[in-house]
Nanobody
Protein backbone atom coordinates (compact mmCIF):
# COMPACT_ATOMS: atom_id res chain seq x y z
CA UNK A 1 0.00 0.00 0.00
CA UNK A 2 1.41 3.34 -1.05
CA UNK A 3 0.86 6.43 1.06
CA UNK A 4 1.75 10.01 0.23
CA UNK A 5 2.37 12.53 2.98
CA UNK A 6 2.53 16.26 2.35
CA UNK A 7 4.12 18.84 4.57
CA UNK A 8 5.14 22.48 4.44
CA UNK A 9 1.82 24.27 4.19
CA UNK A 10 0.94 27.25 6.35
CA UNK A 11 0.36 30.96 6.40
CA UNK A 12 2.58 33.24 4.35
CA UNK A 13 2.41 36.89 3.35
CA UNK A 14 1.96 37.91 -0.25
CA UNK A 15 5.31 38.05 -1.98
CA UNK A 16 6.80 35.44 0.30
CA UNK A 17 7.86 31.85 -0.29
CA UNK A 18 6.82 28.42 0.83
CA UNK A 19 8.07 24.93 0.05
CA UNK A 20 5.77 21.93 0.00
CA UNK A 21 7.08 18.38 0.28
CA UNK A 22 5.50 15.06 -0.63
CA UNK A 23 7.05 11.79 0.51
CA UNK A 24 5.88 8.35 -0.56
CA UNK A 25 5.97 5.36 1.79
CA UNK A 26 4.83 1.76 1.75
CA UNK A 27 5.23 -0.36 -1.37
CA UNK A 28 7.41 2.20 -3.03
CA UNK A 29 8.02 2.11 -6.76
CA UNK A 30 8.91 4.64 -9.40
CA UNK A 31 6.06 6.91 -10.35
CA UNK A 32 5.70 7.91 -13.99
CA UNK A 33 4.32 11.33 -13.12
CA UNK A 34 4.34 13.30 -9.89
CA UNK A 35 3.02 16.69 -9.05
CA UNK A 36 0.57 18.96 -7.34
CA UNK A 37 -3.05 19.95 -7.61
CA UNK A 38 -4.79 22.64 -5.62
CA UNK A 39 -8.37 23.43 -4.78
CA UNK A 40 -9.60 26.75 -3.46
CA UNK A 41 -13.01 27.13 -1.79
CA UNK A 42 -15.78 27.23 -4.37
CA UNK A 43 -13.41 26.51 -7.25
CA UNK A 44 -12.57 23.49 -9.32
CA UNK A 45 -9.44 21.51 -8.68
CA UNK A 46 -6.50 22.90 -10.66
CA UNK A 47 -3.45 21.03 -11.85
CA UNK A 48 -0.56 23.22 -10.71
CA UNK A 49 2.65 21.40 -11.65
CA UNK A 50 3.83 18.06 -12.98
CA UNK A 51 7.23 16.42 -13.17
CA UNK A 52 7.84 13.17 -15.01
CA UNK A 53 10.22 10.36 -14.13
CA UNK A 54 12.45 11.74 -16.87
CA UNK A 55 12.52 15.17 -15.28
CA UNK A 56 10.25 17.07 -17.67
CA UNK A 57 8.11 19.69 -15.99
CA UNK A 58 4.94 21.57 -16.80
CA UNK A 59 2.98 24.26 -15.02
CA UNK A 60 -0.37 25.95 -15.07
CA UNK A 61 -0.26 29.45 -16.53
CA UNK A 62 -1.28 30.86 -13.15
CA UNK A 63 1.95 29.74 -11.46
CA UNK A 64 4.43 29.63 -14.33
CA UNK A 65 7.58 31.55 -13.46
CA UNK A 66 6.78 31.56 -9.73
CA UNK A 67 6.52 27.90 -8.74
CA UNK A 68 9.06 25.15 -9.31
CA UNK A 69 8.44 21.41 -9.02
CA UNK A 70 11.35 19.09 -8.35
CA UNK A 71 11.90 15.51 -7.26
CA UNK A 72 14.32 13.37 -5.31
CA UNK A 73 14.20 9.94 -6.91
CA UNK A 74 16.20 8.28 -4.17
CA UNK A 75 13.65 9.21 -1.54
CA UNK A 76 10.61 8.98 -3.78
CA UNK A 77 9.85 12.53 -2.79
CA UNK A 78 8.89 15.63 -4.70
CA UNK A 79 8.58 19.28 -3.87
CA UNK A 80 6.83 22.48 -4.84
CA UNK A 81 8.81 25.65 -4.32
CA UNK A 82 6.37 28.55 -4.24
CA UNK A 83 7.85 32.01 -4.69
CA UNK A 84 6.22 35.41 -5.04
CA UNK A 85 2.99 33.97 -3.70
CA UNK A 86 -0.28 35.80 -4.17
CA UNK A 87 -3.57 35.73 -2.21
CA UNK A 88 -5.10 33.80 -5.12
CA UNK A 89 -2.65 30.97 -4.40
CA UNK A 90 -4.62 30.24 -1.23
CA UNK A 91 -5.90 26.67 -1.47
CA UNK A 92 -5.52 23.14 -0.24
CA UNK A 93 -2.60 21.62 -2.11
CA UNK A 94 -2.60 17.90 -2.90
CA UNK A 95 0.34 15.93 -4.15
CA UNK A 96 -0.17 12.98 -6.47
CA UNK A 97 1.89 10.23 -8.02
CA UNK A 98 0.90 8.10 -11.00
CA UNK A 99 1.85 4.47 -11.64
CA UNK A 100 -0.94 2.38 -13.16
CA UNK A 101 -3.26 4.52 -11.07
CA UNK A 102 -3.17 7.83 -9.22
CA UNK A 103 -2.16 8.05 -5.59
CA UNK A 104 -3.02 11.10 -3.50
CA UNK A 105 -1.85 12.84 -0.38
CA UNK A 106 -4.24 14.12 2.26
CA UNK A 107 -3.75 17.78 1.36
CA UNK A 108 -2.03 20.68 3.05
CA UNK A 109 -3.51 24.15 3.50
CA UNK A 110 -1.68 27.14 2.06
CA UNK A 111 -2.99 30.56 3.03
CA UNK A 112 -1.54 33.74 1.53
CA UNK A 113 -2.37 36.96 3.32
CA UNK A 114 -2.44 40.29 1.51
Amino acid sequence: QVQLAESGGGLVQAGGSLRLSCVASGSIFSFNRMGWYRQAPGKQRELVAVITSGGSTSYSDSVKGRFTVSRDSAKVAWYLQMNSVKPEDTAVYYCFGSFRRDYWGQGTQVTVSS
